[in-house]
C-alpha cells in the first residue's frame, strides 16, 4: 500500500486566511501573536506541545548558537512523550487534508514551523 500524501503548508499567522488552501491551521508559536485578534487570526489548533520551549527561543534569539543547532534542540524537545502524540495526531490531520502551520516570525521558511513542516509531511 502507497504512503499516504501529506500537504502541509508554513505561513505567517499575519497573512489573512486562505480558507481553500489552508485546511486545519496551527498555530505553532509558544506565544500568541503580538497585536492579532484571535477572531482575525483564524487559527483551529494551538499544540503547545510542538512549540518551541521558552528556553530554547530564548538561547536562540540570545544569539546562543546556529540555525542547525538550533534544529537539533528543537528535533530534541520532539522526542518528549507529550509533543511524540501531538505530531502524531497532527500527522492524521494532515493525511485527511492540508494542514497550515502558522506563525509570527518575519522568514517562516528557515523558522522551527519549517522543521516541523518536514518532520509532519516526512
Request: net charge neutral; proline share 7%; aromatic share 6%.
Amino acid at each position: 500500500m502507497g504512503r499516504v500524501a501529506r500537504v502541509v503548508r508554513v505561513r505567517r499567522v499575519y497573512d489573512p486566511p486562505e480558507p481553500e488552501e489552508d485546511g486545519v491551521r496551527v498555530l505553532v508559536d509558544r506565544l500568541w501573536p503580538r497585536g492579532l485578534a484571535k477572531a482575525v487570526a483564524g487559527v483551529d489548533e494551538w499544540p503547545k506541545a510542538v512549540t518551541p520551549s521558552g528556553e530554547l527561543r530564548k538561547w536562540f534569539h540570545g544569539g546562543g548558537g546556529t540555525a542547525q543547532e538550533f534544529r537539533a534542540r528543537y528535533e530534541a524537545e520532539l522526542a518528549a512523550p507529550e509533543a511524540v502524540a501531538e505530531l502524531q495526531r497532527l500527522r492524521g490531520l494532515a493525511e485527511a487534508g492540508p494542514v497550515t502551520l502558522l506563525t509570527a516570525v518575519k522568514d517562516p521558511g528557515s523558522s522551527h514551523a519549517a522543521v516541523l513542516a518536514e518532520l509532519l509531511s516526512g
